[in-house]
């Protein structure tokens, strides 16, 4: 059987691999953690995804190259709806982050530096409604 797996969408290496560390620190193994340097790179990765892996939460950015964080996200809830979307960024403006909430169903959005204790809350309370 396989487990559900956590997405992290940054640019930035060491945001991924601090992502991955507070995450695996509080999940352990209960989830695979799959990291991705840009929008495109992640819409990439959930295509090659088996068809019984399941993504169930994205953690995105929204300053990235080429595609913006709210333009992943909404072209994530198109194809993936069920999935649990929250942004994470220093520099997001009003209207991104509301683009994201009507168009892609954002869960929360987070600023950077954020609490991991806050973005560990978020992330289960977000699964709490799947």
């Known amino acids: 059987m396989n487990k559900p797996i956590i997405l992290c969408v940054d640019?930035?290496?060491?945001?991924?691999?601090?992502?991955?560390?507070?995450?695996?620190?509080?999940?352990?193994?209960?989830?695979?953690?799959?990291?991705?340097?840009?929008?495109?790179?992640?819409?990439?990765?959930?295509?090659?995804?088996?068809e019984e892996a399941e993504v169930i939460v994205v953690v995105s950015d929204?300053?990235?190259?080429?595609?913006?964080?709210?333009?992943?996200?909404?072209?994530?809830?198109?194809?993936?709806?069920k999935i649990i979307k929250v942004m994470l960024t220093g520099q997001a403006d009003a209207a991104a982050v509301q683009?994201?909430?009507?168009?892609?169903?954002?869960?929360?959005c987070l600023y950077k530096p954020w609490e991991s204790k806050e973005l560990i809350e978020t992330i289960k309370s977000g699964l709490a409604k799947l």
């Open 11 to 50: 640019d930035e290496p060491d945001i991924l691999n601090t992502l991955k560390m507070q995450l695996k620190n509080e999940f352990k193994n209960d989830y695979f953690y799959e990291l991705a340097e840009s929008g495109e790179e992640a819409l990439d990765l959930l295509e090659d995804f088996p």
């Open 62 to 81: 929204w300053q990235m190259p080429g595609i913006k964080g709210d333009e992943f996200l909404i072209k994530l809830h198109q194809k993936y709806p």
């Open 99 to 108: 683009r994201a909430v009507e168009e892609a169903d954002l869960y929360c």
